[in-house]
């Protein structure tokens, strides 16, 4: 294999690191029942909190830690409208984009057009970078990709094999139910929202700390909203979303490949959102029961209805 | 000891209505001026120049009904699709596409054709072109079952990136001396105004005639009436034969259109040739959702609430200049102005009362 194909593979992987992130974030807060369309906002604060952090202080990982604050912070105003004021989850999450966007673009004027000093650097794994092509490509990247990958398999053991997961997944099936077993289920939608956050926030923080050390207004580029289209690819499940984050991280790549070919760079710039829809249709080729979205998903609940 | 007790309203007199949107609304502009003051700028000079940039001057008003327009006809729009709870998120997509098939139209033809004949046949194009661009998510909702929030906005990005790539490579305008763009339309296919304002007048009075039949439609037709089951009680409109597919594509048709319509108003009657997407709608596809929702889904309630963030976009501007503050304050504006009337709703579907606490409850 040539350098060219493990350069490739190794930017594959470091595109698709905030999708990852941001889908498990979002696959969480899905299950518990809540629909989050916040995703493209959060991302964009978390892209700005982490460079100003780490502009002001010269550390990264500060810069990451304020992102994560400050998105779960933001979640906060979905999670109050969505669960306590039972709001119609769709407006809402429309409502949390703009005022993340918004504030991003304000908090990140004056740092428009300035370049970090300290990014995140990338961490080479003793032994296993040293492996042939598979070093190069995984074992010598961003720590968000370790992260998003490490996180991704946390969150399937903790949804599918643990107790607190099983109550995650019953609030987003049947609150009603879970109520009666005790299951504090105002709690758990809240939590679920505010780590969802916390995700988004992340994968900002990678643009901008990592993926590319600057911030400019618009630079999450609709990541946010492919995000939520990869949770329904991955169908609810952090596990494949690893396979489908990988997948779009390939297709970003793909534009910058296609490009010395003489192909119009805005038509390139298409490809990510039209595979998208391409693999939605897809989807819904298939076998529509097997999209087992959570029962109750975007639906409000109501202490005490019968 | 006091305790909060929330029981369902049953109904909800038009006062009530009017007044918990009013409390909504003013609550937001509180909160707005407190995000003012972290900023460091003066919230109350802010938002009273926010007001007096569009509605205290002449100026400023006439600047607030030309962006009242796209508002007016996209708001209304999504008024009908978000009655059947079909969350057409696209608008902007929409209307750039309007726009693009609308100037392709005036810049073919606008030679040759008099202004009565190619001004109509621009709109025609233009309606096609939006409603093309919402008729796809119809169809992909109710043939495969996908999540139109998805499909409506991956077409925005792919319209704007379309519009990019026509104006630096196709359409690239002689004039424009290597800039990105397209030549001016001709002077028969630019849209007259009142003079002294921006405000096209063609486009205003379509907006006005749209949403006055959106609205007879809304709550007079039987179609309208399909439109309201779909939303409220879908198993319901099954049972009673509503064609699903049928309805759903008339909606998105008449919500892409009245977008596309937008679209050429902002090509004909503000820039005359057509630039980048960002500069061609200034996020209008996205304000008018609020519209709609301030207007109650209301079509006619349209054009109030379109004046009103009409009103907040053109203030923007001015405490933009004045104050420096980037364009994205607005953003910050609105999307706080949503979350409180989603608050308010909370207060209009159920009752609130603080009462002593009688007994344990059961």
């Known amino acids: 294999m040539d350098d060219v194909m493990i350069s490739v593979l190794q930017r594959t992987m470091v595109a698709g690191t905030p999708l990852l992130l941001g889908t498990v974030g979002e696959v969480i807060c899905e299950r518990s029942g809540i629909l989050n369309l916040g995703v493209e906002g959060v991302m964009s604060l978390g892209a700005v909190v982490a460079f100003i952090v780490t502009y002001t202080t010269g550390n990264p990982w500060f810069g990451l830690m304020a992102a994560i604050g400050a998105g779960m912070v933001i979640s906060l105003i979905h999670a109050f409208a969505s669960v306590t004021l039972q709001a119609n989850q769709v407006v809402s999450g429309l409502a949390l984009t703009m005022i993340g966007l918004g504030l991003s673009g304000m908090l990140g004027k004056p740092y428009v057009g300035r370049p970090l000093a300290e990014k995140m650097n990338d961490v080479a794994i003793p032994w296993l970078c040293d492996i042939p092509v598979v070093g190069a490509v995984f074992f010598r990247q961003t720590p968000f990709f370790y992260m998003a990958v490490l996180l991704a398999l946390v969150a399937w053991f903790f949804l599918e094999r643990t107790r607190l997961g099983i109550k995650v997944r019953s609030t987003g099936e049947h609150p009603r139910a879970a109520e009666t077993q005790g299951v504090n289920v105002t709690l758990i939608r809240y939590a679920c929202v505010m780590i969802g956050g916390g995700f988004s926030a992340m994968a900002g923080a990678h643009l901008s700390t990592s993926y590319s050390k600057s911030w400019i207004e618009g630079m999450t580029a609709g990541r946010g909203w492919i995000v939520i289209a990869l949770t329904i690819f991955a169908l609810w499940n952090p596990g494949k979303a690893i396979g489908g984050a990988f997948l779009f991280g390939g297709i970003f790549v793909l534009q910058y490949l296609l490009q010395p070919l003489g192909i119009s760079p805005n038509f390139l710039a298409m490809l990510p959102y039209g595979a998208t829809l391409l693999i939605l249709i897809i989807i819904g080729l298939g076998d529509q029961r097997k999209l087992s979205a959570p029962a109750q998903l975007g639906e409000p609940y109501k202490r005490g209805e019968r | ?362």
Not at chain 2, 145 to 155: C, D, F, G, P, Q
Not at chain 2, 230 to 235: L, Q
Not at chain 2, 256 to 262: H, I, K, Q, S, T
Request: hydrophobic share 55%; proline share 4%; glycine share 12%.
């Open chain 2, 1 to 362: 000891m006091l305790t909060i007790k929330i029981s369902d309203r049953d109904r909800i007199t038009p006062i009530q209505s009017l007044v918990t949107n009013v409390l909504s609304l003013l609550a937001a502009l509180g909160a707005v001026g407190l995000i003012f003051l972290v900023c460091g700028v003066n919230p109350f000079f802010a938002i009273s120049k926010i007001f007096m940039g569009s509605f205290g001057s002449m100026y400023g008003f006439k600047e607030t009904v030309t962006k009242a327009i796209p508002l007016v006809l996209i708001g209304g729009g999504l008024t009908l699709a978000f009655r059947a709870k079909f969350w057409n998120i696209g608008a902007e997509g929409q209307l750039l596409m309007g726009a693009i098939l609308g100037g392709w139209v005036g810049l073919a033809w606008g030679d040759t054709l008099p202004s009565v004949v190619i001004v109509p046949l621009m709109f025609a194009a233009g309606f096609l072109g939006g409603a093309l661009c919402g008729l796809v998510p119809a169809f992909l909702k109710i043939k495969f079952a996908i999540n139109e929030v998805i499909s409506t906005l991956m077409i925005n990005y792919i319209c704007a990136e379309f519009l990019t790539l026509l104006i630096v490579g196709p359409w690239k305008g002689k004039t424009r001396f290597g800039f990105p763009g397209t030549d001016n339309l001709p002077d028969n296919a630019i849209l007259g105004v009142i003079s002294g304002s921006r405000i096209h007048y063609a486009t205003l009075v379509l907006a006005l005639i749209s949403v006055v039949i959106l609205t007879i439609v809304v709550y007079r037709s039987r179609f309208g009436y399909e439109v309201r089951v779909i939303g409220e009680n879908p198993e319901a409109g099954r049972y009673a034969g509503i064609n699903f597919f049928k309805t759903s594509m008339l909606i998105m048709l008449i919500s892409g259109g009245l977008a596309g319509f937008a679209g050429v108003g902002e090509v004909a009657g503000i820039h005359h040739y057509l630039g980048y997407p960002a500069s061609i709608s200034s996020g209008y596809g996205f304000t008018a959702i609020i519209v709609a929702w301030l207007a109650k889904l209301n079509p006619f309630y349209a054009i109030v609430s379109g004046l009103f963030f009409a009103g907040i976009l053109v203030g923007g501007d001015a405490i933009q200049m004045s104050l420096g503050l980037p364009a994205a304050t607005v953003q910050i504006v609105n999307g706080t102005l949503l979350v409180f009337l989603i608050m308010g709703d909370f207060f209009m579907k159920n009752k609130v009362t603080i009462q002593r606490r009688a007994s344990v409850e059961s």
